[in-house]
């Protein structure tokens, strides 16, 4: 007997996809725990680092730039183990024999590392803040930081997730990732670095320098996804 | 009823099919046909071109030159309904370990579009006697649970045409047994391309025999045709002739 069988919409698919990760994350806790795990551990290398500086070292300055660097190499872990579970068993494979549209597998990967890295992300700010600017205080603009760690996450999840792809079958793909990575992700990150710190400083006409990186940001975020959504069928069927 | 058979789309026409990896031809010039319900089996060496040939006739990936046509579709013009026809049984299970049977199952099942994915996965899962394992990780399955699941897998859109890449590798005898037993349930009204080092169970299960060596057919007939002996003494040739 046939099967009935009905060509199910792209945003089904989008969503079967995204739950799959989901629940693979619920199940194992794999990316949440090692990235937090990490995240705290270099919090704590700051800690000792910083606590050799002295009084006359200006941490607010710094606070965005160590922020970021959390942040990033965080992102790095994750986006690294986030196609091991697809490679293992040939699962990614799996994906690939079904008639669909193969951007959506890129679409829900980055999505699911855009959650998890969100998750993390939420967990190390406030840490950061009681360990590094407790005593110090950023200025009252701070909660603006919200949109660049937004724009930032969500590049770093689009453009790691095209790259973790194209590195997944690379000899030596922990490396290999970093440095492609961090060279095509300078743009986004140095934008992120200087709307962070100024909001956190708020020096006099802070305002402009925010406005110019979030511009630059959201730009590199619309292009980069743009490009990985339409690239992502050629770099997956390579 | 013979117009009707005349009529009928062969499963699998493979014309002048070469894939080139570099400077190395690892598939040269390689044709053949294959009507609806016959079994093939491909032998042949490590780097004989088995599993590349198998990735591309299962849309894993692209011919350098030549045509496929399954079920009378062409592979590289319309890739998603070629994939509507076919199923892959791999030695990789492509099974998320830690996700349970029924989740592994279902998800599948979504991406197909299957309008009862529930009852669909129930049945499948009865058919290969995990039904009463569904809500057990796939991690805690013997080897031989996990390829039944990955049959189930594979049958979840009922495929005209079933690729088998080594389904034996890494089973016991029992698992053997169960997975050929499966097999000839499944074989009515369905094709089945198999690339197997296991001569003499390859040869036993086909209709059809292949073997290729350096990325060349050395022999593509009906297994009527062929007198096993020969064939054995052929394979053991072609094996030591190793890798392209």
């Known amino acids: ?42 919090l704590v ?118 790259l973790s792809t194209i ?8 490396v290999m990732l970093a440095v492609l990575f961090i060279p095509l992700l300078f743009p986004l990150l140095w934008a992120c670095v200087s709307a962070t710190t100024c909001v956190m400083c708020a020096p006099e006409g802070f305002m402009d320098t925010f406005v110019t990186s979030m511009a630059l940001s959201a730009g590199y975020d619309i292009v980069m996804i743009l490009i990985s959504w339409v690239l992502y069928d050629f770099v997956v069927s390579a | 009823m013979a117009d009707a058979l005349a009529n ?19 598939l040269d010039n390689v044709s053949f046909s294959l009507p609806q319900g016959a079994f093939l089996s491909i032998f042949g060496p490590n780097g004989a071109g088995k599993t590349t040939m198998l990735r591309m006739l299962s849309t894993l990936a692209r011919p350098t030159s030549g045509t496929i046509r399954v079920m009378g579709i062409d592979a590289k013009e ?57 809500f057990d990780s796939v991690r805690t399955f013997s080897r031989g649970m996990t390829q039944r699941l990955s049959i189930a897998r594979a049958l979840i859109n009922d495929p005209d045409v079933v690729f088998l890449d080594e389904p034996y590798a890494g089973l016991d005898p029992h698992a053997v047994e169960i997975f050929d037993e499966l097999i000839a349930s499944l074989r009515e009204g369905r094709t089945f391309v198999m690339v197997s080092h296991d001569l003499q169970k390859g040869f036993a299960a086909c209709t ?15 297994k009527d045709e062929l007198d096993f002996d020969e064939f054995k003494g052929l394979y053991r040739e072609t094996v030591g002739m190793g890798v392209a």
């Open chain 1, 1 to 42: 007997m046939a099967v009935a069988m009905k060509k199910p919409s792209t945003w089904a698919h989008y969503v079967a996809l995204l739950k799959k990760d989901l629940s693979q994350e619920l199940h194992t806790k794999d990316m949440l725990t090692s990235m937090g795990l990490y995240a705290l551990l270099v």
């Open chain 2, 78 to 134: 319309d890739p998603d309904k070629v994939r509507d026809h076919i199923g892959l049984i791999s030695h990789n299970s492509m099974l998320y370990p830690d996700l349970t049977a029924m989740e592994n199952m279902m998800f599948v099942a979504r991406l197909y579009g299957v309008v009862d994915p529930e009852a669909r996965v129930r049945e499948l899962l009865r058919a290969v006697e995990l039904d009463h394992r569904r």
């Open chain 2, 8 to 26: 009928e789309p062969l499963a699998l026409e493979v014309k002048k099919l070469t894939k080139v990896f570099g400077d190395r031809k690892a």
């Open chain 1, 45 to 162: 290398v700051y800690g000792a680092a910083l606590a050799q500086a002295g009084s006359e070292l200006d941490i607010l300055q710094m606070a965005g730039g160590l922020l970021w660097a959390v942040i990033l190499f965080t992102s790095l872990l994750g986006l690294n183990r986030s196609f091991s579970h697809e490679k293992e068993q040939g699962c990614l494979e799996g994906i690939l024999l079904v008639p669909m549209d193969r951007s959506v597998i890129f679409l829900a990967k980055a999505t699911a590392n855009l959650i998890f890295l969100l998750v993390v992300t939420a967990v190390t700010v406030p840490l950061f803040f009681f360990l590094f600017l407790g005593q110090v205080g950023a200025a009252p603009t701070w909660p603006l930081m919200i949109a660049p760690l937004l724009a930032g996450t969500v590049g770093i999840a689009g453009v790691g997730t095209m």
């Open chain 1, 167 to 174: 590195t997944m079958n690379t000899r030596g793909k922990d």
């Open chain 2, 208 to 222: 059809h025999a292949m073997m290729l060596a350096r990325g060349r057919v050395m022999v593509c007939s009906p």
